[in-house]
C-alpha cells in the first residue's frame, strides 16, 4: 500500500484513504 504525506501536518496517509475521501464528500452534493 502506498503512502502520502497530507500536506504539512506530517501524517502519511493512503492513497486509498485519500481516494475514498474524495469520492465521499463529491459523493454527498
Known amino acids: 500500500m502506498r503512502?502520502?504525506?497530507l500536506s504539512d501536518?506530517?501524517?502519511d496517509?493512503?492513497?486509498i484513504c485519500l481516494?475514498?475521501?474524495t469520492w465521499g464528500?463529491?459523493?454527498t452534493r
Open 3 to 5: 503512502y502520502r504525506p
Open 9 to 11: 501536518t506530517g501524517i
Open 13 to 15: 496517509v493512503s492513497v
Open 19 to 21: 481516494g475514498t475521501m
Open 25 to 27: 464528500e463529491q459523493n
